[in-house]
């Protein structure tokens, strides 16, 4: 007796479904689950170890509000977030069009303003502490001899923040010029021909005419990233300044790790981290939606 063979679509579909399958009890096992028990965690007055937990609503998110500590991580991170993105794009933009016109030792420069991006930022914060260092460091000793005002620049309420956001813009600027100077190897030579012929033949012409609006694909991935990692700024923070002086530094991922595996406030972390979510997937949307009406992808 033959057994009849299901028919094509549905074989592909098996085919499909094991195929498939490893991929996406993997992202399952390692995604969604988790975010599904942090909104668990998140209504619930669990403490971290502890065997029982209660119910509480929407209470963490009630007593988080009401924290001065929380609102001031929030205003912290968007002042930190609006120092790092536009200074790094910026200067990443500004850098690639500077080494692109270089005859020379292009692959040099690359490589020396990628090197922060791929170093490990928790061993060059040491080094950033060493050099900001209020009586002996780098810094200080420099400003001295030039005759200028110093500051102990990461135990001041004034300082801290604008010095985090120095080492977030040195750390995150090689990975913006790299990005840059991709984009500029994919605009045609022949629209500047065409410009020149149109009389935008000036530097400033060819580059508001041609290179700025070509890049606008590109300009915009580097927006989003870069305020994504800045959102996420963590260990800069913690070796530091441990978010002070008087929580002048404490950004939310900061306050997140310290109420989840400091103070073992494990519900009250995950109510942290539902906000911190919703804060930066609302804000990668709307650039995302703003700045997509301002780019020429052709």
């Known amino acids: 007796m033959t057994v009849p063979r299901p028919p094509r679509g549905t074989r592909e579909l098996l085919s499909a479904g094991i195929l498939a399958g490893p991929a996406l009890l993997l992202l399952l096992a390692t995604m969604l689950l988790p975010v599904l028990a942090v909104f668990v965690i998140a209504v619930t007055d669990w403490q971290f170890g502890a065997g029982h937990l209660s119910f509480v609503g929407l209470d963490n998110f009630v007593a988080l509000f009401g924290d001065a500590v929380f609102r ?4 912290n991170t968007v002042l930190y977030v609006c120092l790092v993105v536009p200074a790094t794009v910026g200067l990443g933009l ?8 270089c005859g020379r030792l292009r692959a040099f420069y690359r490589a020396v303003h990628f090197l922060p991006y791929m170093a490990t930022l928790a061993a060059m914060a040491v ?3 060493a050099l900001l260092h209020p009586t002996i460091g780098v810094v200080n000793r420099t400003l001295q001899g030039l005759g200028w005002p110093v500051a102990n620049w990461l135990r001041d309420e004034s300082t801290v923040l604008p010095t985090l956001a120095v080492i977030g813009i040195w750390q995150g600027l090689g990975f913006a010029l790299v990005l840059f100077l991709a984009g500029l190897k994919a605009v045609p030579r022949d629209l500047y021909d ?3 012929v149109d009389g935008a033949d000036g530097t400033l012409d060819r580059l508001t005419v041609v290179t700025l609006p070509m890049l606008g694909p590109v300009t915009m991935f580097v927006v989003i990233v870069t ?28 306050t997140l790790y310290v109420e989840s595996f400091e103070y073992l406030r494990t519900g009250y972390g995950a109510a942290v981290t539902i906000v911190f979510l919703l804060i930066v997937m609302v804000l990668t949307l709307l650039q995302a939606k703003v700045m997509d009406r301002r780019v020429h992808y052709s």
Not at 72 to 75: E, H, K, L, M
Not at 94 to 101: G, K, N, R, T
């Open 194 to 196: 065409a410009a020149e």
């Open 72 to 75: 001031a991580s929030i205003t």
């Open 227 to 254: 305020a994504l990692r800045a959102f996420e700024v963590f260990d800069t923070v913690r070796i530091l300044t441990e978010g002070g002086p008087a929580h002048a530094s404490e950004v939310l991922l900061h």
């Open 94 to 101: 500004a850098l690639a069009l500077l080494i692109e016109s």
């Open 127 to 129: 080094v950033w502490e």
